[in-house]
């Protein structure tokens, strides 16, 4: 949050702080001498400018937060006036009343409803829009769109919709931590899931191997509970924590407090600080438990690593060394730009004001995302298992032509042709009815062009061209080239010669013409070597009423004590030699 921006903590015509305990200089000595403050949730830069000695106004806090912030400052009593969620709040001297709703952030976090002389502000503090949780609170139910009235949890017992009101916020100061189209992650189940999936795929492998594993899970002070509760009802185990993390955990008075112990020997799952996620602390704790831990899992749930575009409902951050493998999972306690857009979408909102941004421009660009209409926004799904993840390290072995590998490449990006892998892509004869690549014992390929079926012609009248190992991809009616590489085995010079005798009658019948691409494309070819055996890669380029092969050979060019007059000469008839083959192989049969 910005503390500097006083806007963004004051209530409108009153002297009403939220989370702005830095600006302590009395806002209006005519309503009262002091300030008024209300702390949304126990984060350091939300309480921070509070101190042991505080004595600049009352502050309104939850349960949870004042017993927190009395553990950290030693304030007294009087300093703090505790306020129960949903329970309404007045202060005469500014004419306003308030309420907390559930944050969905940490324990004890809440947002604060105000409502002022007929106007109605909601400060959001931190959150994460979750619609089951946030509508807990009966308050907002009257601020929904009616369209979204089915979001209204079942517990809340809302049978007649007709008594919502339906009315509007004037203003709300919104968290826009995550406010930008990148930062796009998983719900917070969902990746609560994972990380639970994989302790337990990695727990049951070792059980099943007599080794063990110690799962080091990060935090804040308070925060990132949740994921551990997950672990420890999907594994069946209890959860470390230092004595202090242990103490504050017991403030917390969390349904689920049982699961956290204060012995390291009774638990598998480590609850520890986010700053002890370093290599030099991970690697102290691996020396201090090599003699009786196999491997080391290390959590780091946050969505700060996440910035894929377009994201990938995949997309984690893995890292090994030795016994260690770091996992950044994308879990955060604040809302994803697609939850900022929903709540937007949802509600009947006048005014927003962003609480977290750097200047005035990033201010009004975050505006803009959050009211921009038309505004695609992803929505993931459920996170899968890297195979890199899983006991057998991903090796799998799929069936396919050996030596071969297909990829594809956008019109704009450069084209790096790329070693053979290994029983890669599996071959898919649903392809196969322009040409077939067919292979042999030894490794070696062949080909065979077959008839274009009916029906697979293009507006002008030109056969579709198609490449196997990609049965659902779309082919274009464009003439920008579209390149894809085939890295093939062994080819034979003298069936080239072949092929050439039978492009001089089809060239002959169809005409010279030579596109941009066929001429950077005989170039390669005039430093192709004349042994019998040479392995080449080839390049297949389409176009609407062409086809060219290109082909970079793997040997060095030998020398040679011609005249570059004698040298050019050469080159000349090896490239039309080399145009002649790439017509007559993959062209198009009229």
């Not at 139910?141 to 009101?165: A, G, R």
């Not at 420890?232 to 209890?238: D, G, Q, S, T």
């Not at 069936?495 to 039978?502: G, H, L």
């Amino acid at each position: 949050m910005n503390s500097k921006d006083i806007d963004i903590h004051l209530i409108p015509n009153s002297n009403v702080l939220i989370d702005g305990f830095k600006h302590r200089k009395p806002i209006d000595t005519a309503i009262s001498p002091k300030n008024t403050y209300i702390l949304t949730h126990f984060h350091s830069d939300h309480y921070s400018g509070i101190t042991k000695r505080w004595n600049y106004g009352k502050i309104y806090c939850s349960e949870i937060t004042g017993r927190l912030v009395q553990w950290k400052f030693g304030l007294p009593n009087e300093a703090l006036v505790l306020v129960q969620e949903g329970e309404e709040v007045s202060l005469p001297e500014c004419n306003l009343t308030f309420q907390f709703v559930p944050a969905n952030h940490c324990p004890g976090s809440m947002m604060v409803l105000v409502r002022q002389q007929g106007k109605t502000y909601l400060h959001t503090g931190d959150f994460r829009f979750h619609p089951p949780a946030v509508l807990k609170s009966a308050a907002l139910h009257h601020y929904l769109k009616p369209e979204f009235f089915s979001w209204i949890p079942n517990e809340c017992n809302v049978t007649d919709t007709s008594i919502l009101k339906q009315l509007s916020f004037d203003k709300v100061y919104l968290d826009t931590t995550y406010c930008h189209p990148k930062r796009i992650f998983p719900h917070q189940q969902h990746a609560m899931d994972f990380v639970a999936n994989v302790c337990k795929m990695k727990m049951d492998h070792a059980k099943k191997n007599n080794k063990k594993v110690l799962v080091i899970v990060g935090s804040y002070t308070i925060g990132k509970e949740r994921i551990v509760k997950a672990i420890a009802e999907k594994c069946n185990v209890k959860v470390f924590a230092k004595y202090t993390k242990y103490q504050i955990l017991k403030m917390l008075k969390l349904s689920y407090e049982d699961i956290f112990v204060n012995q390291s020997s009774e638990s598998p799952i480590h609850f520890v600080d986010m700053r002890d996620l370093n290599w030099k602390r991970i690697n102290e704790v691996v020396k201090f438990h090599q003699n009786s831990v196999d491997e080391f899992l290390v959590i780091k749930p946050s969505a700060m690593m996440r910035e894929a575009n377009p994201p990938k409902p995949g997309h984690c951050k893995v890292s090994r060394s030795k016994k260690i493998t770091t996992i950044c999972v994308p879990y955060s306690e604040h809302s994803s730009f697609h939850e900022l857009r929903k709540f937007m979408e949802c509600f009947n909102v006048k005014e927003v004001i962003p609480t977290v941004y750097s200047n005035q421009d990033h201010y009004l660009r975050q505006v803009q995302y959050l009211t921009e209409r038309d505004f695609n926004v992803p929505e993931l799904g459920p996170i899968p298992i890297p195979d890199t993840l899983r006991p057998d390290g991903g090796k799998k072995s799929t069936p396919g032509i050996k030596g071969t590998l297909l990829k594809f490449f956008t019109p704009r990006k450069s084209v790096e042709e790329k070693k053979v892998v290994e029983n890669d892509t599996p071959h898919d004869s649903a392809d196969d009815d322009l040409w077939s690549v067919n292979s042999g014992g030894d490794g070696s390929l062949s080909f065979s062009l077959t008839p274009t079926p009916a029906g697979s012609m293009n507006d002008v009248g030109e056969d579709v061209f198609k490449i196997p190992h990609s049965a659902e991809r779309k082919t274009k009616e464009t003439t920008q080239c579209k390149p894809e590489i085939v890295d093939l085995t062994e080819v034979d010079v003298d069936e080239q010669m072949e092929i050439m005798t039978m492009i001089g009658k089809k060239k002959q019948k169809y005409g010279n013409t030579t596109t941009s691409a066929e001429k950077s494309t005989s170039q390669s070819f005039a430093k192709t070597s004349t042994k019998p055996a040479i392995k080449k890669k080839f390049r297949i380029t389409k176009a609407s009423n062409s086809t060219t092969i290109s082909t970079k050979s793997s040997l060095t060019s030998h020398n040679s004590q011609a005249s570059s007059k004698k040298r050019k000469a050469e080159q000349e008839i090896e490239n039309e030699i080399a145009l002649k083959k790439q017509r007559t192989m993959f062209s198009f049969l009229k």
